[in-house]
């Protein structure tokens, strides 16, 4: 199992893979963006119930930061709940999409460039893949509660 900071990268990638096909598609985008849930909200709820709360305690000076990181996900979560219940030609539709991917670009680009570091600095490389496997666990089992939900 890769260590959490490869693990949450690689689903970054993979996230801002479906942003550009959203962005070059000229179609409906609302399975792309039901994809950008089932991958965004399983990762994101891992983060909150297993990565953010260890760095807050091996990091306590990042742990402004979490807090912030963690708005952003509900807010994204929002935005993402809100364009999915709309027709995708209602008007600001793909105003608010383009919202979405710029708000979670901003938080990628926070965690990889400020959190994360910090976070790697201080633990070791065994809390790193012990995390790496609660991270997909916990990843796994909310994706199975999105699933289940509908
Ligand atoms: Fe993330
Ligand atoms: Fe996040």
């Given amino acids: 199992m890769p260590d959490v900071v490869t693990l949450i990268e690689t689903d970054h990638r993979a996230l801002e893979e479906v942003f550009s096909s959203i962005e070059a598609a000229d179609g409906d985008?609302?399975?792309?963006?039901?994809?950008?849930r089932d991958m965004l909200i399983p990762h994101s709820k891992a983060e909150e119930q297993v990565v953010y709360p260890a760095i807050k305690q091996i990091a306590p000076g990042e742990a402004e930061d979490v807090d912030d990181g963690l708005e952003e996900h509900h807010h994204v979560e929002e935005m993402l709940k809100q364009v999915l219940a709309e027709d995708s030609d209602a008007?600001?539709?793909d105003?608010?999409?383009a919202a979405i991917i710029g708000e979670v670009r901003h938080h990628v680009e926070e965690e990889e460039q400020l959190i994360l570091p910090k976070f790697a600095d201080k633990a070791t490389p065994e809390q790193l893949d012990e995390l790496g496997a609660k991270?997909?666990?916990?990843?796994?089992?909310?994706?199975?509660?999105?699933?289940g939900s509908r």
């Fill in 29 to 36: 985008v609302k399975p792309l963006i039901e994809q950008v």
């Fill in 91 to 93: 008007p600001g539709a």
């Fill in 95 to 97: 105003g608010l999409v």
């Fill in 135 to 147: 991270f997909e666990a916990a990843k796994q089992a909310a994706l199975a509660e999105l699933r």
